[in-house]
Structures are given as C-alpha cells and as structure tokens.
C-alpha cells in the first residue's frame, strides 16, 4: 500500500471517530428546562390570603375602613357627637351571625358563626371654671370573629373558614370628631391574630383548586387610612399549609410591611416582594 495513502487514510478515520465521539457527546447533554418558582407561588399565594382576610373579603372586620362596625351589625356608619362617645365605650354587640348573599345568579353563599365587637375608649379631663371636667374619646376597638361561609361560583366551590381576634388603636386621638365610620382617622395600629383557611374546589379544567390554611401573628402594624389601608409599617409571623398546582406545602416565615402597598415575605431566607391592596383583596409581585 502506498505509505501516503496510509497516513490519509489513518487522519480520516481519526477524523471519523472524533466526529462520532462528539456527536454522542451533544446527544448527552439535557436540554435546559426552566424553573418554576415554586416558593414564589407559595409567597404569593399567603399574601393574598392575609389580603383578603384583612379587607374582609372572607367576612368579619375590614381593618382599612377604621372605626367601623361590619355591614351585618346594628349601628353600621353611625355617626356620633363628641358628646355621645360616651355612650360607646365599652359597647359591644355580641352577635350569632347566619345570612345568606347572592350575586344575582351567579355567586351564592351562607355564612354562620359569632362576631363580638368593642369600642375602647380615652378618658381625660379638660379645665373649666369650676375645676375639671371628664370627657371620653374613643380610642380604637376590640373585636373577634369566628366565621364560616360556604358557597358556590360559577368556578366552583368554596369554603372559608375565618377566627380573627383584633386590637385596634387610633394613633391620631386628638383628633375630637371621632365617628364610627372612621372617616376623620387618619392612621390606627393593629395587633392580633388570625386562622384564615380558604378552600376551592375548581369545577372547570380552566381553573385548579387550590388551599391554604394559615396562622398569622399581627405586630404594631400600622394602617393609614388616608393612603387607601396602605400598611405602612409593621410585621406578621405566619405558619402556613397548602398547595399550588397540585404541590402540597408547609412555610413558616415572617412579613413586612413597608409602606407605598408593598410587602416583603421571608421564607427560608429569601426575600419576595408583593404589592398588597386592602381595597380590593389583591396581592400582585412586584
């Protein structure tokens, strides 16, 4: 054979096998797939829950309208001089609640349990000619709800099942025009705590069930009142169990309230920022 033609035919089948070799070596390499944030999900999906708990959109008190009583209470909206807020100090209807609602045809609902309420009130005395004079301010409220509401929507079903216990105070008491309504307040702070277990079972391939059960603890958060419930400050520890599509999970962690409607949630040590509006009920990543 002709010692060229060997030396050729050696660098192509070298040639051949390298090719080979590098072929077998890209068919080994996975393809790249993306990640789901899982805990991203979970973090969002506490933030609504705790939302829509303090907004009232499972039942009970909306902390973002001041001093007020819920619309199933007998002296809702009321207004009262400086000179009857007396009479609402230590006031507290204590209520068996059991009312149905309707959304013309298509949400339906029953709720039932208990709701106690409270005012708290200042007690102060002002200079007049002849000595001192007592007056009363109301100062803020107390109030426990334990609440449950079954219904159905044209998604599916649901349950909620709501205990909340609340200490509210108003942070701008000098202000003297106090009314049940809330509507010369202008920051309060909330303390207290909250089981919030939110059930769904979805009736359309479209839409996935979903639930979470949580525990919050409410510290010094203060709500401003003129900023839409905007939570400016404060902080709430949770333990929480539930899925997202499909996956079953359980996060203890913390949450601050910054102000501007923003949220930070830590899990684990990760940070996940939510905008929060009590308004609406709505929590949505930043």
């Known amino acids: 054979m002709n010692p060229k033609f060997k030396v050729l035919l050696v660098i192509l089948t070298g040639v051949v096998l390298f090719y080979a070799a590098c072929k077998k070596e890209n068919k080994a390499v996975p393809v790249p797939i993306p990640v789901v944030d899982t805990m991203g999900a979970i973090a969002g999906q506490i933030a609504q829950n705790l939302a829509q708990t303090l907004s009232g959109t499972y039942g009970g008190v909306n902390i973002s309208k001041g001093l007020i009583l819920p619309e199933f209470t007998t002296r809702s909206n009321s207004k009262v001089s400086v000179n009857g807020l007396f009479d609402l100090c230590t006031f507290v209807p204590d209520s068996i609640v059991n009312y149905s609602t309707n959304v013309g045809d298509t949400i339906k609902s029953q ?18 000619v002849n000595g001192y004079v007592t007056f009363s301010f109301l100062n803020g409220y107390a109030a426990y709800d334990s609440l449950a509401t079954i219904g159905l929507a044209p998604r599916g079903a649901f349950v909620y099942n709501v205990k909340a216990f609340y200490e509210v105070k108003v942070l701008d008491s000098l202000n003297k025009n106090l009314t049940i309504n809330g509507s010369t307040n202008k920051l309060i702070s909330v303390n207290g705590s909250i089981k919030s277990f939110i059930d769904t079972t979805a009736t359309k391939k479209t839409v996935m ?56 949630i830590i899990i684990k040590n990760k940070t996940y920022n939510y905008n929060m509006d009590l308004l609406t009920g709505k929590a949505t990543t930043i």
Request: contains cysteine; hydrophobic residues 35%.
């Open 111 to 128: 709720a039932s349990g208990l709701f106690k309420f409270y005012f708290g009130c200042d007690t102060v005395k002002g200079p007049r």
């Open 209 to 264: 069930s979903s639930s979470v059960h949580a525990y919050y603890t409410l510290t010094d958060v203060v709500v401003d009142l003129t900023k839409k419930g905007d939570m400016t400050r404060g902080t709430a520890t949770f333990g929480a169990i539930g899925d997202v599509n499909n996956i079953k999970w359980y996060y203890t962690g913390t949450m601050k309230f910054l102000g501007n409607h923003q949220v930070s």
